[in-house]
């Protein structure tokens, strides 16, 4: 680990000249944090993490150094690192350490010894509280420290992976302290699956190939949320879809607002765009590289790299090669040109600058308000994976309204009554 | 109550000579009930009803009828009476009785103490297993006949507040037998709120006044399932679209599908027809009247017939009149003139033919399967409300699907496996 | 004839008597027919029809009534016959001869005879301005009347077939007086095509059938104006849409909007509803029958009934029935049951109340327009048929959003001047 | 101007080092030009260009070099210089020079004294048919070299801009050859006025800002089909649209597809995001600065950079500075920013890779076949601007649809017959 530079906090970054850039975004960034904006005053002004440590290990992001800020002002003693190896922009990590003086350790592409070495320098300040994506920092507290964590009151999760993870160590109780699912909350499904996942995966589409989408087959693997989503925006951008699923519900549900379904043995042969996003292994596998047009393009959008089977699609393919960046052309021996986009990685991350800052917003101001919840209710909440409060769902939802401008109604005296009543006399 | 015909099963209708239209429509809406066809087979086969007395106590309709038939064919000893005094389709009640040979009790227009003697008779037969649409036969046999209840080894319930009013006896240990909350099958939710509630309440608005929806401000106060299916239906015909909640995640949920949110202060002022879907009293009420533009348009296609405050408009408005069927005229003190729909009773059934069959078909496959695993679980299941079995709800989606010709995919072996493990590997 | 009744107006219509319900319908519509408001100051004030004869030979409807008021309140004297025999409200022609003493002659089902003793009755009052749907009246002169012609001084025409003939019998120099053809004016495109067919194809659908139109394949056959209307309507309620088109222009254009396009003898395969809208004859044809699926809906909303083959449709069904009113059922010799909507003719006229009154306002509106249009340009057009002068469909248009409450913006001068010089400096 | 690489044709690119790259990027774009790959195989065949001299005056990109090798396949001798100094990517330019031996002449950022040079150069060439995008070269042609018209048989225009000063000079009787005006196509229309610039301008905005779209209000000034293909897409992101227009026709047909009409400085208080596509100057000018709320970004998809008063907009703005690529923030007196896209020049054009190459396909492709079209019309065109004949639009429509998989019907002898005769029947 380099030494810290002199007079700044400590910190292991690629280079903290390019603090200045990453200034910019930050600020860039925080202009369309608006639930953020919303909630500092308060914060600022209850100091809720006072003197507590938190330990955050996030994708170094400047909507991620947002929430950072937040919760410094808002009295915490803070340390960061990074989610995973490639994550991080390093500009951003740079501003942090030398902008804001929060300790933070990431550096995009580092070694998973390296990584290994920053999640265990969190650990070793003792934190007090955890706000993880992934899981990475609390399962290597489980695994490795187990002497860290009779200090920990808690902590917030953002990713389903993450949560999935600590609800199955809580099934067989080894969760060792309450985290608030904050990848469940209602306003992050809509604001991150629906309408973030949506846009960033037809922006990243476009960027990657430069089609223009309208008129084509867009095949959509999955109805889940974040198919939803996609679906709607290609539908909006003028293609003619095609739904995949394996979930009678969802597929009928698909119908219902007028997409096309097919099994995707059929929906291969006619698709332009192949967008996986099903939360399986192998969707698109050996026995469908055949049944492609020409010039398809598939991606994935949805639960890691597994999705597309790309090693079989190389081995079946004669040769394969980089054509644009993101773009890589399979060739089939029968001549047809296949494309994949981004290693069939999520797409709508790695091809473009993430999710907008507007959807991170939400997720994060539901980060800070839970972590205030933990800590209120210390020593209340059982040892658990436990759903973000409604209330804060709420509050979280109504601040990004004001921030709108919107204005929304009250129940009356007499209505909440007659909801609480109206089943006795219906 | 009239003398059975000669010859006929015991029954009290309105004239036994409708018979021949009612067949006529029941065998027609039979054509839109695929679901209730596809497992027709299945249950005259297993005969999973066999020699069980079944009470039904449903709106007397040919989708009602066509569950009805079902039921007897599946050996079901029947016998229907009236969901309410008003509900009842006269020729299709005659066409149970005469052509179906199903005991049925129930006359358009019939007074409350012929409602009451109904419903006793019908519990006069000693049911042992009921299908309940507004929890009338299920009150009135927890209220008057606790002799009956013994016999009994469950119910099923199609609409939500039957099925509140039943969680409010179970919360209290006051439930009698176990309930299938049919209203809460998800695709129950799909057809009836968002598909079927949104195109009948268009439906009726056009019918009734006969108004060019596009290029209208449209004003939905209520954004549950059925306020997001009057709203997609809506712009589907053009109208530009408002939407009034008190929910700030459902306002914010409106705002991100393109919709202006306002409180309904506001939204008055601007628009030209309003749909109440809120579920709660008084949502339109004394204070709006002053601010509705001339020629507003008001209805009802949420709860009961309390969303608007008619009395209340009576009063402000110098006079009213019939100006259409359905139509009723308020002229105001200061010249405009509001129009009210429907008397504000639900606008979507009472101005139409009621719910399209196909969404029936739906409901009714789902009470038939709930039933048949009513009578198999007999005295496994708690005298709760139950949720309908994941199994059933998917059978009738995977049934719907396929008479409509779609297939979808199986997870393999190994997709099954990984998505039980993925979240260990994650 | 009957005698016209002692101190009225001259007329032939069916009953007098029904004049009351017909004010109420004429007085509903002009609610909505805020164009015609909007014109009616400047008409009254300008009496630009003063002591002119004006014959109008139109749909007897409440919409026409009030252009008929319109005219007659700008000073003309009127005379009206039905411009077909089955179309005539008799309620509204009550009304317009009893309440309004316009002489009127249309009784809905009068024989051609009759028709056509109506037709003469109105010519020999010696009209000077023809107000034509269809060209009946205008037709009738140019054949049977040619003593009539060198009084009139222009006609106007509200349907594209009427507009086809005239200009037909232009080009062979044999049209008498300059026609105004309104139903090319871009307003009315907008709202007769576009929004009105739309609307109230799928209403007539809906109404007549009682079918849940999300999930359904609906195949629309031609995509021009009315194409288009009816495909975004069937989309706005969550059909899955296919479209048939001859024109590769058109079909491309259908392509980009994210339909699919197929050739019918594969959408025959594949729709639950079809729709012709082509203009032209069987294109739906003996070669077709056996392709549907068992329960098809066939109607058409497009040129008059020769769109579908019906006669051959029912020498190929082993027999056809009625099942519910506008429902004709051909069932085939291999147990499917085609269901044919209205006989084949104008689905969306036949089954509701016709086209929304806000429609017919704006070409009625026109029509007033144009007649103004006619008589100050008297001597100066020539025998042709002549667009909608830009003017006053801008006018029609402009009135229409106040009307609406809308505002729009005006060039400034400098603007203006851009405008007109911005390609010498592009 | 550099010497031309030894063995190469004549040229002057920047580096022909950059060949490499330009050719990967041609043939990526030719893979969606399916339309001239579709004529390709005619064109080899016909030789309709053999031995003609054909000077080019196009932006130098992937697609402008697909048309290029076409022409040059089917026999013509070529010369391309660019259509502006700004537009030329220098790899593609090196790669038509050396990969494909086609004299070319631009250099990205080339001053305006070389790009007359270029101009001159390509003049000097004697050529026989000009291919234009901008009216430069004819423009030149006219002015500066009258001794060069003789030869020249006819032109193609791709730009709107160009087409109006073309049909200005023709209206003065100055054009020296027949023009076809490929800018006017109905496929043309389609594919870039409405999809493409649709679809580049929404991708332009989120790529330059990172904004989620859903949920804002968008502001479209203009609802031309630019204007309409914007609102389109911007719709389809969620947002909620509103429209600003003079023309009350247009006005109108925005309020019938369901937008928010208002006048500019209503929109200004309301818009998270303006853009314009009028065609005018000053569309947001210095009144409505101080309307706009903090964070608004304002941006062009219109015409040239003239739509938004910059000028006015710096001189009122207490400072401003770019903060990120393509983003300019003004900091207002009051303390709210502004922020402008990509100085106010066409922001779907310079901050992506420009329109998609299926777009620049259907247009070029219509300049082969125009090229064509004005060899066999040789001596028979009057020195006009001319449409592209329906047929040759047909056929581009047809070959697209083709391409795609999409068949479409024909019209039967009987058909054709009816049509040309049903208006007598009528």
Known sequence: MSAPAVGAVPCDVRDLALAERGKRRIEWAFQSMSVLQGIRK?????QPYANLRIAACLHITPEAANLLITLRDGG?????????????????????????NI?????????????????????????????????????????????AMP???????????????????????LLGFPVVAVSEASTKQ????????????????????????????VVVVGFGPCGRGIAARARGLGANLIICEVDPTRALDAIMDGYRVLAFAEAATLGDIFITVS??????SREHFDKFKNGAILCNAGHSSVEIDI????LTALHRRQTRDFVEEFAMRDGRRLYLLGEGRLINLNATEGLPAS???????????????????????????VPVPLEIDRQVARIKLESMGVKIDRLTVDQEQYLATWFQNA
Chains 1, 2, 3, 4 share one sequence.
């Open 76 to 100: 915490a003693n803070l340390m960061l690192c990074a989610a995973s190896p490639n994550s991080t922009h390093d500009d951003v990590a740079a501003s942090i350490a030398k902008d804001y």
């Open 279 to 284: 939360g399986n292994k192998n969707v698109i």
């Open 151 to 173: 200090e920990i009151l808690g902590g917030t999760e953002e990713s389903p992976s993450g949560v999935a993870r600590m609800r199955a160590a809580a099934k067989e109780g």
């Open 42 to 46: 308060h914060i600022i002004k209850a």
């Open 359 to 385: 959807v991170m917003d939400v997720s994060y101001a539901t980060h800070a308000l839970s972590a205030e919840y933990l800590i209120k209710c210390n020593g209340v909440l059982q040892k658990q994976v």
């Open 190 to 217: 809509l604001f991150d699956n629906r309408c973030g996942t949506g846009q960033s995966t037809l922006d990243a589409i476009t960027r990657t190939t430069g089609v223009l989408v309208a008129g084509l087959n």
């Open 311 to 314: 090693e079989n699609l190389g």
């Open 103 to 147: 300790p933070v350790y990431g550096i995009c592409g580092e070694s998973q010894e390296v990584f290994d070495v920053h999640l265990r320098t969190v650990i070793a300040s003792q934190p007090q509280l955890i706000i993880d994506d992934g899981c990475a920092l609390t399962a290597t507290l489980h695994e490795k420290h187990p002497e």
